[in-house]
């Protein structure tokens, strides 16, 4: 049987696949015409966010039986037409949490000291120490919006960092959260309480926009927003609104409405941090995830098994 793996994933994926007796082909960053009709002949296909599994992918698919995500959201795949062909679709929620959250954290770090305008301004020849007063995290107040896989380790860190941390996440029980260490609240309180906020949530009708002019509202003065989540949970204007109006005081982000964002209405701001979608861009974690992908196809297709399926109720 044979799997094409459509984006660019460390050589492991391709290993484990023809280990377990698999014929892999590696096509990272196919064109539409050509990716559909190299997926004609293909049993399975394994992605990460470049590739985009749409409906128009999907009808060109006929051997296809599954497709897994090498990374966490599944976004950039049409679940529901996979399921109407009885595609399964699966994910790899773990590989990359520790990087992810890593990565907020960092980038609250930064956002906290300014170090990346700094570095810029100090590089530059200036000597410019009053400009970039920062503030400190010990005692500040963390909010987390979605407190899954990714939340919960961003919660662990900023813990060791004595900070207070508040959470809303519909389906943590308060007994989980007592022994995290931290305090459910509604999303309102949330906002009105907290010195910086961090976004860990999928992209669904729900959080599509979120962060808007009315949420924006409910939030301290002079909040802090990190987002390493997706970029169409903000209202884009409405964000730069507040930043230039001081309500949002500084913000970090890795990821945007369109991607590759090569440009934005966030990059020529002072007060705002891009990266371009690296959170889960480490060694550490593309290896694992490259390999569990692998892994799951495997087994699916040679054993019947299913890990980490999306849609396994469809099928």
Known sequence: ??????????????????????????????????????????????????????????????????????????????????????????????????STAE??????????????????????????????????LTGKTLGIVGCGNVGSVVADRAIGLKMNVLAFDPVMTQEKAEKMGIKLVSLDELFAKSDFITFHVTLNDKTKNMINKESIAKMKKGVRLINCARGAIMVEGDVKSALESGHISGMAIDVYAKEPATESVFFSMPNVICTPHIAASTKDAQITVARQAAEQIADYLLEGKIKHAVNGDKI
Request: proline share 3%; glycine share 6%.
């Open 1 to 98: 049987m044979k799997v094409l793996i459509a984006d660019k994933a460390d050589s492991i994926c391709e290993k484990t696949l023809k280990e377990r007796g698999l014929e892999a082909v590696y096509k990272p960053g196919l064109a539409l015409p050509d990716l559909k009709k190299e997926i004609a002949s293909c049993d399975a296909v394994i992605v990460r966010s470049a590739t985009k599994i749409t409906s128009e992918v999907v009808d060109a698919a006929s051997k296809l039986k599954a497709v897994a995500r090498a990374g966490s959201g599944v976004d950039t795949i049409d679940v529901a037409a996979c399921s109407a062909k009885k595609i399964l679709v699966m994910n790899t929620p773990f590989g990359n949490t520790v």
């Open 103 to 136: 990565h907020a954290i960092s980038m609250m770090m930064a956002l906290a000291r300014h170090i990346p305008q700094a570095h810029a301004s100090t590089i530059a020849g200036k000597w410019e120490k009053s400009k970039f007063e920062g503030v400190e």
